[in-house]
């Protein structure tokens, strides 16, 4: 199947050195896996920053902060023959695991949908608290109402779930803890209630038993989830058969939710798909992409920090055009339009 | 320390040999594991029924349910390279894992707590539909008002959840779906509200970050759940290094949350020991036994089907004492009383 994505030419939009490290000591690795919306008349991105320490010849330093929460750079020699390294987002020592990046939220805003700048205005979002002590990342914004939810990945020792935050403003921001325990992420909420519910997708992962499978949850009041349900598993053989994950919120047609997933090989090469769920009963799969809607093919796509990825979690929709914006190489951010109709006629 | 179990002396009181099999072409493995209560003057006990397949000279059988949730039984050459059974529990052939054992709950009862039977009037409880396809297991059961509301464990293909279904009268049960998502079991409700909030302590297993903790999450009406916390941890180099479970619901005491849970070591030996909660602010460890209350020591809990197991997620609570049930080696169910007052005290 043809690419479905008419990339912006002007990809990609930011790269790590259009923006300024948290703090002193930590250089800026990655600008990516942007969440988008809408407000005042211009689009908003919540772009997630991946930091890391300045680096010294022969050694590797990662992030850790204490228990109060402050940045502490722990450091191992590159020959340490119990340092594994060979995944870059993740690195192990003496059964150890420990980020290399850490991530925090800043919202950036344009007038064009193309031209991002920083808001002094708005807050950036840090992790706060026991459950964020290693950063957020990954942030869904879903519009009901008059009031932005944002959800995202927390990220501490203790493991890896779902935290949620709401803002009318972009200023002030009300908290909602950690809405899905560990090990979970990809969760973004619907914009409208289905039947007098509200409903997520989400996803868990298991060891032994299950896997990297796309759920769905309801709630009486966003905050408090239950009747999960597993709604679309990998598939063995495909270009989804490792790991996939909900992009934002599924765009209401009359054909069904539409909604475009990440789906990972086990070469770890992250393409994106489509799922069409059933108007009512949005546990049950009309249809989903055969081969991917979008596949890494740009240069700034197949090299960065993680090569191989475009990974969404963030669109604007206004009647056929979907907006979208995606990570390429958990590097940058970039932009693409795709039209609903031709995502439904791909998918038979 | 002192274990402080007072066992009973007609220990077991249920082995594998005092109940029928579910099905024919059956045989019950191991009795275990019992969830306990109290109904019109007579003690109830929820038991976990583990069936396998009757076996065949130089084979393996396991049972797994296919679509339909017909069961079927999948049989290996013992000396297939492939297959590797070093965990009783779990078999792993070419990367796929089956149960060895398939699950299901009866309600048994006694009029002195010791000599439980089988009562054909309430029905037994199978697991059902898509997320219960390998059985359900371990189930809690916590009274509020005049209703039981059961937690156990739901597993199938897609992964570990917990389940709830609750009655009035244990003839017929509502259901209330998964209320907590993979990986997840060791679900207890606590018996009464705290500040107007429901509470649970349940615990999620994180691959990588994170690992297998006791978490705390509020609900507003019992079927959906959210602030979700760590509560208690794994303790590096003690007989709760590798997994926490908490037991059943806690008990509420002058000075806090009594809550007995169950820890096991890396070699997999299974002991009971207890953590204090705050009244007001459950999330609070006030204290936490530094050795077990309870270790498997008797020969039925060192010895069957996998042995130097004791395992609790039922209790019967009158003033001081408490009358325990538990599963030892995962074979038989047993019981044994405790002082609320000497684990307290034993808590320093």
Same mark, same amino acid.
């Given at each position: ?5 008419? /990339? ?5 939009? !930011? ?26 008349? /211009? ?39 119990? !340092? &594994? ?32 700048? $920083? ?38 020792? &203790? ?26 992420? %990809? ?9 007098? /519910? ?19 949850? *309801? ?27 909900? *992009? ?6 009359? %054909? ?11 070469? #770890? /090469? ?24 979008? $596949?890494?093919?740009? $240069?700034?796509? #197949?090299? *960065? ?12 929709? $206004? ?30």
């Amino acid at each position: 199947m043809a690419d479905l994505a008419k /990339r912006f030419p002007q990809n990609p939009l !930011l790269r790590a050195a259009d923006l300024a490290p948290s703090q002193a000591g930590l250089t800026v690795e990655g600008v990516l896996n942007p969440g988008a919306f809408r407000y005042q008349g /211009r689009t908003g991105l919540v772009v997630r920053i991946a930091e890391c320490p300045l680096q010294k010849a022969g050694k590797i330093s990662v992030p850790t902060t204490d228990a109060e929460g402050m940045l502490r750079i722990v450091e191992f020699d590159l020959n340490d023959p119990k !340092l &594994d390294k060979r995944d870059p987002r993740v690195i192990c020592h003496d059964g150890r695991h420990y980020l290399t990046t850490l991530s925090h939220l800043r919202v950036l805003t344009s007038a064009d949908g193309i031209r991002f700048t $920083e808001d002094p205005g708005f807050p950036r979002l840090l992790g706060k608290g026991e459950q964020e002590t290693f950063g957020i990342e990954d942030c869904r914004v879903t519009q009901l109402g008059d009031r932005y939810y944002l959800t995202f990945t927390q990220v501490s020792p &203790d493991g890896v779930g779902v935290g949620m935050r709401s803002t009318r403003d972009w200023r002030s921001f009300a908290e909602h803890g950690m809405i899905l325990p560990p090990h979970n992420k %990809d969760c973004t909420l619907f914009d409208r209630k289905v039947a007098e /519910r509200y409903y997520a997708l989400h996803r868990p992962s298991s060891p032994e038993l299950g896997g990297n499978h796309i759920w769905l949850a *309801g709630s009486p009041d966003l905050e408090h989830w239950g009747h999960h349900r597993c709604v679309a598993r990998t598939r063995a053989g495909m270009w989804d058969s490792a790991r996939i994950g909900a *992009g934002c919120a599924p765009i209401k047609t009359a %054909d069904g939710w539409l909604e475009i997933y990440h789906g990972a090989s086990l070469e #770890q /090469r992250y393409c994106l798909g489509a799922l069409l769920l059933d108007l009512q009963r949005p546990w049950k799969v009309l249809a989903r992409s055969l081969e991917p809607i979008m $596949e890494p093919t740009a $240069e700034y796509e #197949q090299h *960065g920090f993680f090569g191989n990825v475009v990974f969404t979690n963030g669109q604007v929709v $206004e009647d056929d055009s979907i907006t979208m914006y995606y990570g390429a190489s958990d590097s940058a951010v970039c932009g693409a339009y795709f039209s609903v109709r031709e995502i439904l006629r791909s998918l038979g």
